[in-house]
């Protein structure tokens, strides 16, 4: 009896001993399989739908061929409760990913960004084109002044009123919300030059300083032009003189401009042709950036008059209209 009482003490311990050490091998199995990568040879976008539960995402993996079929996922996910509480969104997958790395992510919700650039000096008509072709990014019909009225502005002029930079974005996400980024941006800059202008400049708000911004940055892009370009502006409204600058005439032209400026075009009169108006036109033309801004505000201490193009994105600026002359005989009409 004593015998049969030690074999069956015997086998109890064999049969636990045995039970640990497979416990601890599907352990190891399981901190294995979690820490291995998934099959993915190159960088993939994966989206995780509203509702989708741990154990869909475990065969929407097999089936896209990044995660081996088997025992241990299941066993995976009842190791570890906590992954029920994955969050919907499209994510980046890179090589190297793993189970706890994927989950680690889907827990967070660190959805893969994405980005567009509103390029300084473009217009509203030119961003609507990048906008709508955007990826994963939707467009509203009225964008611009939907935003422009839900922060508050009744004007319906958009233009000129958000700030050029590099956005970023999230699968699916409305346009309007990027677009408030940028609308709020250019106010907290506008506001900041306005802040800083020169005491004295002709100019009544900061929206005409908006628009002078507008307007210098069409007409150079080099940094150290522009304090001079806002120079020949702000003497010319100084002395009541007309702006006479070609980038309003093609604003106002709209679809109609097809690379060249006629003498008819110079002649003809709408609200931006500044060869006809006095003054400022009556809205920004293009998306000024922080530099243009800030140039508007604090026009360099020079007394040009005029300037015209080296054809090589610099100018030559004058004081006299006869200067003037010589230099567009020199570099527009090639005359010595």
């Known amino acids: 009896m004593k015998k049969l009482l030690l074999g069956m003490v015997a086998t109890i311990m064999t049969l636990t001993l045995l039970g640990a050490g497979v416990a601890m091998w599907g352990l190891k199995s399981l901190e294995t399989f979690g820490n291995t990568p998934l099959t993915l040879s190159e960088a993939q976008e994966f989206e995780v739908p509203r509702g989708m539960h741990a154990r869909a995402l475990g065969k929407a993996l097999s089936d896209k061929g990044l995660l081996p079929q088997g025992w241990q996922y299941d066993w995976y996910l009842r190791l570890h409760p906590e992954f029920a509480a994955i969050r919907q969104g499209v994510y980046q997958l ?10 680690a992510k889907l827990l967070s919700g660190k959805v893969k960004e994405f ?35 839900a922060e508050g ?62 307007i210098i940055e069409k007409e150079t892009g080099l ?37 060249n400026i006629t003498r008819k075009d110079l002649q003809e009169a709408t609200p931006f042709n500044t060869y006809k108006i006095n003054g400022l036109p009556p809205t920004p033309i ?22 015209v193009s080296r054809n090589d994105g610099s100018h030559v600026f004058s004081r006299t209209l006869a200067e003037h002359n010589r230099a567009v005989n020199q570099y527009q009409r090639r005359q010595r």
């Open 115 to 149: 980005s567009i650039t509103l390029v300084e000096g473009q217009n509203l008509r030119e961003w609507q084109q990048k906008l709508t072709q955007a990826e994963r990014l939707v467009w509203q019909d009225e964008a611009f002044r939907t935003v422009l009225k």
């Open 286 to 307: 293009a998306a000024p950036g922080r530099a243009a801004l800030m140039a508007a505000a604090q026009p360099a201490d020079a007394d040009y008059l005029y300037f």
């Open 94 to 103: 890179e090589p190297g990913e793993t189970p706890a790395s994927l989950f």
């Open 153 to 214: 502005d009744n004007s319906g002029l958009p233009e000129g009123k958000f700030f050029p930079d590099t956005y970023s974005y999230h699968a699916d996400q409305s346009v309007a919300a990027l677009l408030t980024q940028s609308y709020r941006k250019m106010q907290a800059e506008l506001d900041a030059a306005w802040q800083a202008r020169e005491p004295d400049l002709p100019l009544k708000s900061p929206y005409e300083l908006l628009i002078l911004a507008s």
């Open 223 to 259: 940094a150290e032009e522009r304090p001079l370009i806002a120079a020949v502006f702000i003497n010319r409204l100084n002395k009541g003189m007309r702006l006479q600058t070609d980038p309003t005439v093609i604003y106002g032209m709209g679809e109609r401009f097809n690379g």
